[in-house]
């Protein structure tokens, strides 16, 4: 069983949870620096507990503490960098979803018919990438505060694309499967090369927030495994479907 | 909450925002301390509790400016404490802020000293909670 709070405990640990976290996304929503988080978590916890304080009542409300702190945030990542960090993943979907479209037929001994609704569905889901990775803060502080439209808008999204290829039916251009096949490995191998070389470079090494009395932590090979999970979890999905398919098809 | 008959010691808002910079400057010149320390300090001359919300903001504006110095010590048996010192920017910031607030003080003193009402209070630096009356 999880500890939702797991990292208010750690790192505030005198502190009511739900303030702690509520403090936690606002300072996460204005982009401040992990480091820094953790340090006013910190000194929270130190006041708290010397003073023996519950935080409501010396800090306030946790958002206008926050706000009231005015600390420096992250520099805004370039567009090259925002769309870098989600472009292997979205390499590799995008293989895998050609590979879906491929196979079947491969395996009927027919060719693949590419529609409009394949082309729609692309360009839908590209546009939703990049709104999600250029606006990230304003869409998670969006979920949080409207969490119904939220999830419509989500609803939406996944269903419209999806709709768009089931509806047209068009079809742009008639390939052969092996043709898609080729196309979609080269594209799931492409991204997950991209997805390895990131990880290497750590590039990614997302900013955990830290209490500043850590010291040099080594991360956790926990971490770290999952880390390099996260890049093997499409090309692994594909082989488990290209499998089904060929046995099943 | 103070009992019926026990003086406050509540400052105007606006008064203690007005010299809690220059205040922490000074109680800094002393030594290094952290964050409760301070507002103990604070408390002891007089100024009555500044809050959490409104003390850690101050000292993270200073540290912002560079007239801090922080430092992460080992707390005793609790949590970590997160202590402040001067920098030599923050030295003359003291001396320059001081010096001019003194001669504010000063200058308002003796505008508003007809003004006054005769204290029988033994405790001087504490006064009963204002009402509220907008400046004319």
């Known amino acids: 069983m999880t500890d939702r709070y797991a990292l208010e405990h750690r790192l505030a640990p005198h502190v009511d949870e739900r303030w702690t976290e509520a403090l936690l996304l ?25 003073s023996g304080e519950p935080a409501h009542d010396a800090f306030g409300d946790p958002v206008a503490y926050a706000r009231s702190l005015d600390l420096p ?46 082309a729609a569905l692309v360009v839908l889901l590209g546009a939703e990438v990049l709104l999600l990775v250029r606006h990230a803060d304003a869409v998670l502080a969006a979920v ?52 390895l070389v990131r990880l290497r470079a750590h590039v990614d090494d997302a900013d955990p927030v830290r209490s500043p009395l850590d010291g040099d932590e080594p991360s956790s090979r926990g971490a770290e495994v999952l880390a390099a999970s996260g890049v093997w979890l499409v090309p692994a999905a594909a082989v488990v479907i290209t499998a089904l398919a060929l046995v099943v098809g | 909450m103070p009992q019926e008959g026990t003086p406050t010691a509540e400052w105007p808002g606006d008064w203690l925002r007005g010299v809690l910079a220059v205040c922490v400057l000074r109680v800094l010149a002393d030594g ?67 010096t001019r607030w003194v001669r504010f003080a000063e200058l308002t003193a003796r505008l508003v000293a007809d003004a006054t009402t005769p204290s029988t209070d033994p405790a001087p630096d504490a006064v009963p909670l204002p009402t509220e009356r907008p400046l004319p």
Request: no cysteine; aromatic share 6%.
């Open chain 1, 26 to 50: 606002e300072l996460r929503l204005r982009g401040v620096p992990g480091d820094t988080i953790g340090a006013v978590l910190a000194e929270v916890d130190s006041h708290v507990v010397e």
């Open chain 1, 73 to 118: 945030v992250d520099d805004e990542p370039g567009p090259r960098a925002l769309l870098a960090s989600t472009g292997p993943t979205a390499v590799q979907v995008l293989g895998l979803l050609v590979l879906g479209w491929a196979v079947p037929p491969l395996v009927r001994g027919e060719g693949l018919d590419l529609t409009w609704g394949h």
């Open chain 1, 144 to 195: 949080v505060r409207r969490p119904v439209v939220s999830w419509l808008a989500l609803t939406a999204s996944t269903a419209v694309p999806v709709a768009l290829l089931l509806l047209l039916r068009g079809v742009v251009v008639g390939v052969p499967a092996a043709a898609g096949v080729t196309v979609g490995t080269a594209l799931l191998l492409a991204g997950t090369a991209w997805g």
């Open chain 2, 32 to 98: 290094p301390t952290y964050g409760y320390a301070l507002g103990v300090r604070l408390a002891e001359a007089g100024l009555g509790t500044v809050k959490g919300g409104t003390l850690y903001p101050a000292l993270a504006r200073l540290e912002q400016a560079g007239l801090l110095d922080v430092e992460w010590r080992a707390g005793e048996g609790g949590p970590g404490r997160k202590y402040y010192a001067l920098t030599d920017a923050g030295r003359a910031e003291l001396t320059r802020s001081a």
